[in-house]
């Protein structure tokens, strides 16, 4: 009976003494805890780079964990010399290294377990190091480079890596020196093989620079034409050439090496004029677009500190781009350049432009298909236009000069040939 009751009392004592221990354990929790009530708790940001030598994009997601956001800031600071250049879908700050992202007025609600993306672009020398310390709404999160499954993404379903596929957006009508109005929604824009024709160019009549190369002699580019190797010159070449043509029997040949400094260029020596521009080329190229940026006409901007007006193309897909600013058309989120379309190999495709310095729109045509994505019509447009706008709102070009060749900023070589070359007043078509 003694033994009994002693067993009893012993287990009366470790009971309490048990139920005391998870008493404390949950106080403890809850003050570990309590910190992050005022926050989402277990909030993620998940930090997707792609690097090439010199300029990298990050795709940037945004969950609140199991507590909804009504309005988000999310911080971090880069380890090296990173400068952030444009952004998607936020508002972006940068004070040395430092870096605050801002919510747009359009996704700043997330629901809990859900989240939003934003992207930005930057340049950088020697490493790109992936930021760690994420914050969101001043709280500490657990950033990483690997992505993670997250619920419902409130803004436009975009991926991080793959092929870059289009999604449907809201485009808009023409360009016109009148403001564009809304259209329906497309899903691609599709791009066609142009007829291969021989004789003179067609659609000069009226325009200032009309050439097929058919009136200068095999080699060096000369009379109308001279080779330009501004900032510096290396190993890149143009000629006129006699092997391959789209009409007639000659076109300009450019081969273009990677590398800043082995960029080359072919101005014509007639001065653009007039503040409406538009032009027409057929361009024939060996090696698809690179993921790094790279050039292949430019144009003079005496508005914009004699910088130049870029077209060329970035991930794969055609793009405009602003040297002063290195704002691009459309921006380089995975919903931005779907918009956009390849330029493609081994096949003549025609290019067509309209730059308007009366107002700052422009718009691009592939085989006669409007391009959606390089479009600009002074209305910011999520992933198309929303950073060239908002980063130049009052930004009217006055182009004087007309350059065809390479220029790459890191990776990318390739060789081109031109033909059929025209710019005037009005629409010149293929």
């Not at 992936?130 to 709280?139: H, I, L, R, Y």
Request: hydrophobic content about 35%; proline content about 6%; charged content about 10%.
């Amino acid at each position: 009976m003694w033994i009994s009751r002693l067993r009893s009392r012993r287990a009366r004592a470790v009971a309490a003494a048990a139920a005391l221990a998870s008493g404390l354990a949950a106080t403890a929790v809850a003050l570990v805890m309590a910190p992050g009530a005022s926050a989402a708790t277990g909030c993620q940001v998940t930090y997707t780079p792609n690097s090439w030598p010199g300029g990298f994009t990050a795709n940037v997601r945004v969950s609140g964990g199991d507590q909804a956001l009504n309005g988000w800031t999310v911080t971090w600071t880069y380890a090296g010399d990173q400068r952030v250049t444009n952004a998607w879908n936020a508002t972006v700050t940068q004070s040395g290294t430092a870096v605050t992202a801002k919510n747009m007025s359009y996704n700043g609600t997330v629901a809990a377990n859900g989240s939003t993306e934003f992207g930005v672009q930057g340049t950088y020398s020697g490493t790109n190091a992936t930021p760690t310390d994420f914050a969101v709404n001043g709280v500490a999160c657990n950033g990483t480079t690997t992505p993670t499954t997250a619920g419902p993404v409130t803004s436009a379903p975009v991926t991080t890596q793959g092929p870059v596929t289009s999604a449907p957006v809201t485009t808009r009508g023409p360009v016109t020196s009148a403001p564009v109005t809304t259209g329906g929604p497309v899903t691609s824009a599709p791009v066609t093989s142009a007829p291969v024709t021989t004789g003179t160019p067609v659609g000069c009549s009226g325009a200032s620079i009309c050439d097929g190369f058919e009136n200068l002699a095999a080699g060096t580019p000369s009379g109308a034409w001279s080779v330009q190797n501004p900032n510096c010159s290396g190993s890149g070449t143009a000629a006129i050439d006699t092997t391959t043509a789209r009409s007639g029997s000659k076109s300009l040949k450019v081969s273009g090496v990677a590398g800043y400094c082995n960029h080359v260029f072919v101005q014509s020596s007639t001065p653009l004029t007039g503040n409406v521009w538009y032009a027409r080329f057929y361009v024939r190229h060996t090696t698809a677009l690179p993921t790094s940026h790279v050039t292949f006409l430019a144009m003079r901007d005496t508005a914009d500190g004699n910088r130049d007006l870029r077209m060329g193309g970035q991930n794969g897909k055609l793009q405009w781009n602003r040297e002063s600013d290195d704002a691009t058309l459309p921006a380089q989120s995975p919903a931005g350049v779907a918009q956009s379309v390849d330029l493609p190999t081994n096949t003549w495709t025609c290019v067509e432009f309209m730059v308007n310095g009366g107002n700052g729109q422009m718009q691009t045509w592939v085989n006669g298909a409007d391009v959606p994505g390089l479009r600009e019509d002074m209305v910011p447009t999520q992933d198309i236009d929303g950073q060239w706008v908002s980063s130049r709102p009052g930004w009217r070009p006055a182009l004087s000069n007309f350059r065809i060749g390479w220029e790459s900023y890191g990776e990318g070589a390739d060789t081109l040939w031109y033909d059929d070359v025209a710019v005037g007043s009005s629409r010149i078509g293929c």
